[in-house]
């Protein structure tokens, strides 16, 4: 299960706290993501699918679970439901749907997402993991049109490794830059959402062993979870990086400070994932 588990009503209040430093921590899959294909909205309730031909191979090789991601931002009037139907690891006939819609718990109420935020596609069985996609189907408005949604196979949560001592952690969005747009002397005249810079994220963390730790994933390609927990009592979202590749560097000090390996590191695509509410 990709998704932080549904919150009880009990639950509301602690998740719209604000959230410190230490509720988020870094986890790491050697696992890699891949992404089998991409929906393009066409029209009301029409959907284009096209699959990629090598993540297609990769999945039916090693499947994963399913995670559905905007590639752009979106405003709707209702929830969009997309539909999969392909076959489980054992080659039995599977079906689950992604249902973006706000969680229950939060004021914006509003179908408006931005790039990036992203929803399981939910098998009927909780758990099974997909081998194959044989069809894709997408109920929204039209004022979906043109929205992408871009599928991720993600390694199962069970296979990440925490990055322990953590001192910093920094990423990005990867959403549009805004762009200014000149007519005559006014310099933004028009704003215009603009390039989508190179997703980046930094981690510094203290070192307990070269042989452990951000050291050990240096140049590797990887997938990252951060883990956003409240009071190490609620679990409100969870942020995939997939693609994610870390170059790190040794930092010592002269004095009794411990020393820490800082890591600059890029990836390819972010889902975040929010904790659904009671009953979603």
Same mark, same amino acid.
């Given at each position: 299960m990709l998704r932080p588990t549904a919150l009880t009503l009990a639950q509301y209040a602690l998740a719209t706290k604000p959230s410190l430093g230490y509720e988020q921590q870094l986890f790491i899959s050697t696992q890699q993501a891949v992404s089998p294909g991409m929906l393009l909205c066409v029209g009301a309730n029409s959907g284009i699918y096209t699959a990629s031909v090598s993540d297609t191979a990769m999945l039916f090789g090693a499947p994963q679970e399913l995670l559905c991601v905007l590639d752009t931002d979106i405003s709707d009037t209702a929830d969009?439901? /997309?539909?999969? =139907?392909?076959?489980d690891a054992s080659g039995a006939a599977l079906t689950g749907t992604a249902t973006f819609t706000p969680p229950a718990y939060v004021n914006e109420q509003a179908r408006v997402f931005p790039k990036g935020y992203a929803?399981? /596609?939910?098998? =009927?069985?909780d758990g099974k993991l997909w081998k194959t996609i044989t069809n894709v189907a997408i109920v929204a408005t039209g004022a979906a049109q043109f929205a992408q949604f871009k599928f991720l196979g993600l390694p199962s949560l069970t296979s990440y490794k925490k990055i322990g001592l953590k001192v910093s952690l920094e990423y990005d969005a990867k959403t549009p830059m805004p762009t200014a747009v000149q007519e005559g002397r006014d310099m933004g005249k028009y704003i215009k959402p603009g390039n989508i810079e190179v997703g980046t994220a930094s981690i510094t963390g203290k070192i307990?062993?070269?042989?452990?730790?951000?050291?050990r994933y240096n140049g590797v390609r990887v997938t990252g979870l951060i883990k956003e927990v409240k009071e190490d009592k609620v679990g409100t979202m969870n942020i995939f990086l997939a693609g994610l590749i870390l170059n790190a560097k040794v930092k010592t000090a002269e004095d009794q400070s411990p020393n820490t390996l800082e890591a600059s590191a890029m990836f390819e695509t972010l889902g975040f994932v929010m904790a659904p509410g009671l009953g979603q």
């Open positions: 969009i439901v /997309i539909s999969v =139907t392909g076959t929803v399981e /596609i939910v098998p =009927t069985v307990a062993t070269q042989g452990d730790g951000i050291a």
